[in-house]
């Protein structure tokens, strides 16, 4: 076949595109590419640790690789020499990888967006030497022509901090000082150079003296304080905390102090993140072991025990009178008006449940017959384990920590027929995990805790004046160890009392429900009760800590 030249010039033309094209296609940078490793600097085993399995005690060495400017796929191996560990360690390693001789080999791995994680196992050998000797691993990896080293240092035993369980005090007073005892004991085979002592908790015990070696946090979900020990606990040894002073608040019932001890300083941030941290009074006392200080740089021995702590709680004969607050204000143009309902915690006391359960939960129970019509609220919700046909269950949620003077308001809009003699009753259950009412021992007077509000045509209320016009502020919650999610599942008492009478206040801060909202029936299915800001909103140190740690049952 022939081809004119001109034809044969724009093919030419097209091939040359063509070919810059593929060349174009190739990584720039692809003959820079960089293999990194990055493996931990050191770490330690226990000698006790046996083969990784559910439980063990072993130790994990995380090695991630990286090779940057290389989208493609890359192909290596992986070795470490393990010469070195004879008499420190015995090693298993991950699925995929083999020891042959004194070698760990990771063969034929490949790299995907230049990222690979892989992990040996280390735990206690057969034969050990003395507690302290360590040794060198050097870790190579070889990908795309490309070679990294990376070394860890492996140290045989360290240091173990563990506390002392401290029983509940039940026999403190509202303004007595609490100095509990603290011990804390090394079952490490290593000293510990230096001891830090957490302490985080609630609203209701302070610290007296403060100690010039001390950081004192503060913050919405509560105080922290920490306090640097520079003494050695050598392995094996008991020491006791000097006698710390905590002072039992007025309003204190279940006050708590989590005590948390480490070998190296706790970072501030994560679960200490949202304290605000001032140094202790210079000159004044410093808390101690009972033995010499020395500002001499941290030995470098790793603690096996990175979650060292224990609980110092006492339950309070304080009580708190916590009572129903509602009202009723009609639409005198339409069926439809505004029902208020809430709590308020009248004192002395702050009740506080752990567990993450609600000390109290407002309940509301209307007839059938009355339309609950649908808003935005997430905090209240339709009980779903009402057996009584006959009535409509919504439940709304306060806090696991409600505080002396504390006022929680919720709002419904209902629709109804204002001459029927409807009412609606509003009580205060007390739910805890175990699904039982729990009696609410704090209340001694619980003639207040249940009203039937009339919902006719003329306005009603149980709901006080709050001082300033406004709702009580936003109330810091401190840490607890559940996340404070669900409705209770109790069925709604049936035995009604009577509220009074007044005028509504026009006082809270919040707006009724208007506008346009969506009738849901009389059993008000899927709808959500709405509330204004007023409503006092659960803290972020009941959800973050989350995991945080369940103690002590679910609330004493």
């Not at 940057?68 to 560990?85: E, F």
């Not at 006080?464 to 406004?470: A, L, M, Q, R």
Request: hydrophobic share 35%.
């Amino acid at each position: 076949m022939r081809i004119s030249r001109s034809r044969s010039v724009g093919l030419a033309s097209a091939l040359a595109v063509l070919t810059l094209g593929s060349a174009a296609a190739i990584p720039a940078h692809a003959a820079d590419a960089t293999l990194k490793i990055e493996a931990p600097d050191s770490v330690a085993v226990d000698p006790s640790s046996t083969a990784p399995d559910h439980g063990s005690n072993s130790t994990a060495v995380q090695l991630h690789l990286t090779l940057s400017d290389h989208p493609t796929p890359a192909t290596g191996r992986v070795t470490v020499d393990l010469a070195p560990l004879r008499g420190i360690a015995s090693v298993m390693p991950q699925s995929g990888c083999t020891i042959a001789g004194q070698v760990l080999t990771c063969d034929m791995q490949t790299m995907y967006d230049g990222k690979l994680d892989l992990r040996y196992y280390l735990y206690g050998p057969t034969a050990a030497h003395e507690a302290g000797s360590s040794a060198v691993l050097r870790t190579t990896a070889v990908f795309d022509g490309r070679t990294a080293t990376a070394d860890t240092k492996v140290t045989l035993g360290g240091s173990n901090l563990t506390m002392n369980e401290v029983s509940t005090n039940r026999g403190l007073k509202p303004g007595d000082t609490w100095t509990p005892d603290l011990t804390v004991t090394n079952k490490g085979q290593l000293p510990a150079s230096q001891l830090y002592f957490t302490f985080t908790g609630g609203m209701d015990l302070s610290f007296v003296p403060r100690f010039s070696n001390c950081e004192y946090g503060t913050s919405a979900n509560g105080d922290a304080v920490i306090c640097a020990v520079h003494s050695e606990v050598a392995a094996g040894e008991t020491v006791h905390l000097d006698p710390i002073g905590l002072k039992v608040d007025s309003t204190a019932y279940y006050a708590y102090e989590d005590v948390h001890v480490s070998a190296t300083a706790p970072a501030k941030e994560g679960w200490l993140g949202g304290y605000a941290f001032t140094p202790g009074p210079t000159g004044g006392p410093r808390l101690t072991v009972g033995k010499p200080e020395a500002q001499g740089a941290p030995n470098g021995v790793i603690d096996f025990n990175r979650n060292a702590s224990t609980a110092l709680s006492a339950v309070v004969p304080n009580t708190a009178d916590f009572s129903v607050e509602g009202g009723w204000a009609p639409d005198q143009g339409s069926g439809m008006g505004e029902l208020t309902v809430g709590m308020a915690d009248n004192g002395p006391a702050s009740i506080f449940w752990r567990s993450g359960s609600y000390p109290a939960i407002v309940r509301v129970t209307v007839p059938k017959a009355v339309k609950i019509l649908s808003g935005s609220q997430p905090k209240c919700g339709l009980n779903r384990q009402n057996q009584d046909p006959a009535v409509t269950v919504w439940d709304c949620t306060t806090n696991p920590y409600i505080r002396s003077g504390q006022h929680d308001w919720f709002f419904f809009t209902l629709d109804l027929d204002h001459s029927a003699g409807l009412s609606a009753k509003v009580t205060l259950p007390s739910i805890g995990e175990d699904g039982q009412d729990s009696g609410m021992p704090w209340d001694p007077d619980k003639s207040n805790n249940e009203v039937v509000i009339p919902l006719g045509t003329t306005m009603n209320t149980t709901r006080p004046t709050v001082p300033g016009g406004s709702a009580s502020p936003g109330t810091p919650t401190p840490s607890s160890s559940a996340s404070a999610s669900g409705s209770p599942a109790a069925t709604p008492s049936t035995s009604p009392s009577t509220g009074a009478t007044a005028a509504p206040s026009t006082s809270a801060s919040t707006s009724a429900v208007g506008g346009s909202l969506a009738s849901t029936g009389a059993d008000g299915m899927g709808a959500t009760a709405t509330a204004g800001g007023a409503a006092i909103l659960l803290g972020g140190g009941v959800l973050a800590l989350a995991n945080r740690r369940r103690k002590r049952g679910a609330h004493e």
